[in-house]
């Protein structure tokens, strides 16, 4: 067995958690102390998500390196090999036509895109290019090395670098999934199919629960759901109560045990979608074939932000404004909308950072307060 297929033997061994569709491609380009890592991080309990993010970078920057050096990646990468890597990311595309070699050479970001790591024509994002040397500060940390990321010359580099291609912020998704909208996307989920009632129930589960993220979504299993009391309501009979077990989550710590409440109609979504699936333990949300056979296995993330689209599309809405990342902010701008104090819903979304929560709330106020209307 050569060092290629050895590692993509071990590759094999987590490949819950890794994108293996680039198994092949990724046992060629890391190396076999790449893919120890990997193995290392996996038996820490490190979340999936956080792996899958760590192994997508790491792919990337190793095939930057072969491109832009001819070598892998050193450990601990050099302050120069850092700036680099900026300067090949972030540059103004102005100054680019009337200089060839500034930003990314072309022979560079030509390679990347024949191997599919590169497809925007322009520089990356500063975020971006933030979290992949995250993620790069992360790898040297697990191999017990320290390097330079803290440096001032590559935090003055990337500052100068955003001030000087400025790009406005986007959001996750163009548009947040209020109440509103999610009532026209639940009215296209009235037939009863099996489509229809799963797809109402994800929609409903998502966003009442405090706008999980798909990934939380795709990953829900029976298991994790425990019957409460029903909620008393003095306007009409009691309403049915769940509890959702999140475990850890991208915010929480190891030990923590995150739990948000479903009551009444997404409930009863949800029991009505198990039900009709004979679901009774393993994944909650799964595919459907096109003869309407249930499937063994979960949803993928991908497609519950393709559900969101769909839905927006049968119900008369732009689908390139909406994505499962819209129920999320969805459900904290509908809090705001309906006076709900901050605090109350963060308990619900599980948001940690208070800055970021409420910036949903301020600009539900801001768009309608009298700030936006002197004239």
């Known amino acids: ?19 293996m569709e680039r198994r092949d491609e990724l046992a060629e380009l890391l190396t076999d102390q790449d893919v120890e890592t990997l193995r290392h991080l996996v038996n820490e309990g490190m979340g999936a998500n956080t792996l899958r993010a760590l192994t997508s970078d790491l792919a990337y920057l190793q095939a930057w390196a072969l491109a832009a ?3 892998s990646l050193p450990w601990p990468a050099p302050e120069a090999l850092l700036l680099k890597f900026v300067a090949h990311h972030l540059w103004n595309p102005e100054k680019k036509t009337s200089d060839p070699d500034h930003g990314m050479p072309d022979a560079v970001a030509q390679s990347l895109r024949d191997q599919a790591f590169l497809r925007s024509a322009g520089p990356h994002a500063p975020d971006t290019v933030r979290r992949r040397l995250a993620s790069w500060s992360t790898l040297t940390k697990w191999r ?10 590559l935090k003055s580099a990337i500052r100068l670098s955003v001030r000087a291609t400025p790009r406005p912020r986007k959001r996750k998704s163009a548009k947040a999934v209020t109440g509103e909208v999610l009532a026209r996307m639940l009215a296209t989920c009235a037939s009863g199919n099996l489509r229809d009632v799963r797809d109402r129930a994800i929609l409903m589960v998502a966003f009442a629960s405090g706008g999980r993220r798909r990934s939380e979504i795709a990953g829900l299993r029976v298991e994790q759901l425990t019957v409460e009391p029903p909620i008393e309501v003095p306007e009409g009979p009691p309403l049915p109560s769940r509890a959702i077990h999140l475990g850890r989550t ?7 045990d995150e739990v948000v409440y479903l009551t009444g109609r997404p409930v009863e979504a949800l029991e009505a979608w198990l039900a009709v699936a004979q679901i009774r333990s393993g994944s909650v949300f799964r595919k459907i074939d096109r003869w309407g056979n249930v499937s063994q296995r979960a949803l993928e993330p991908a497609a519950v ?6 839905r927006a599309e049968m119900a008369g809405l732009e689908p390139a404004d909406f994505s ?8 904290l701008t509908e809090a705001a909308n309906r006076g709900i104090p901050l605090p109350e819903a963060m308990e619900q979304s599980r948001h940690r950072s208070v800055q970021q929560a409420s910036s949903y709330y301020n600009n539900a106020t801001r ?9």
Do not use: C, W
């Open 250 to 256: 991208k915010t929480s710590g190891a030990d923590q």
């Open 144 to 153: 017990g090395l320290s390097g330079a990321f803290a440096s001032p010359s």
């Open 305 to 310: 932000n393709a559900i969101v689209k769909q």
């Open 69 to 71: 050096t001819g070598r």
């Open 367 to 375: 768009r309608s307060g009298r700030a936006a209307r002197l004239l």
């Open 324 to 331: 499962a990342h819209g129920l999320r902010s969805g459900y």
């Open 1 to 19: 067995m050569n060092a290629v297929d050895r590692r993509a033997h071990e590759l094999d061994t987590i490949a819950v958690v890794l994108p």
